[in-house]
């Protein structure tokens, strides 16, 4: 599985150089080598190391809201304060990647440039209105995520295009947010379905809902008819499980072997419907524990979905 080239750069510009030349960039591995080593994709010939690079590194405040470097881990995101208290659905997500080795290893750049239709962190990214800044020899462009996805494993950035930060910016008062995902086990999982949820509340009144899909077609979207649902509504019951149905209806899931699609799009109600429910509960000041999937498994098990 060896690539026939490897350099580490120290610097932005050295790690472009090498792309332009054809080299893939490597961050924490866990998809690039872990899939080569499970024979999912050889190795490119010519990998770039970035780890190095402190430039990508951290999560920094600035004014309107966060800034992720692409090397941020996901230990790192469930580490922060401000991505725990204003983009909680985003800590929901990274908390449950993998196990505490691969969260410490496993880059936001990474998961989203993988762009494997059922990872964590696209949801929430999405929802958030998240910013992608590429760089490459020529120069810059910022995409939004809902923008970047293309395919499974397929994004808009070009081979010579680097991934360099994530800028979301900050919801309005009153927002709570969630992401769940089915599991079959606990730790080493990977979504069968996942949900996010952003709701943002005036007073009784849902002023506005972002509710995406994971797992459940080629891409993690959207689902406009989803959040007409809920936008205007009083939040009640009723107005959570119309738009729980809207996203099932929504879904174009496949069958593989971890569920059917019929399967799949049944859970993908129960799921959203949680992954509301409890953006509602913190979108009104209610606390419910980062991860919110492990809890909500016992709405499962309870049957109180
Ligand atoms: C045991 C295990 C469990 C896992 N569980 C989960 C899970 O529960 N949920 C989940 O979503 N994922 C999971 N993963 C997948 C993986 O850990 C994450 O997607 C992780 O965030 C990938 O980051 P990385 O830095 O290791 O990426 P790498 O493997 O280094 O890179 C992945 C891809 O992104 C490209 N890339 C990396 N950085 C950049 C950049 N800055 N700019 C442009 N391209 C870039 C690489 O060229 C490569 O194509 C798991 C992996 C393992 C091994």
Redesign the pocket.
Known sequence: MSAQSYTAATSVDEALEAMATGA????????????ARGGKAPL?DALVA?HRVSE?RGIREQEGGLVLG??A??ADIVASSSACELFTALAD?SA????HA?RT??????????A?P????GGPLICFDAVAT?RSASGTRRVALTDLFTGPGRTV?EPG????ELAIPTPKDGTGSCYARLEYRRQ????IVGATAVVTLDGGTVRDARIAITALAPTIHRVAEAEQALNGSDASDAAVHAAADAAAGASRPISDVRGSAQYRRAMAAVLTRRAISTAITRARGGRFPIPASPALHGAVNGGAA
């Not at 449950?96 to 196990?99: A, E, L, R």
């Open positions: 893939r960039p490597i961050a924490g591995g866990t998809d690039l080598v872990v899939g490119p970035i990508l692409a090397l881990t996901h997500a449950i990647v993998g196990s691969t290893a496993g880059t936001i750049g990474g998961n989203v440039m993988n494997s059922a990872m964590e962190t590429l950035a295009e680097l991934l360099t080493m999982e990977i979504a």
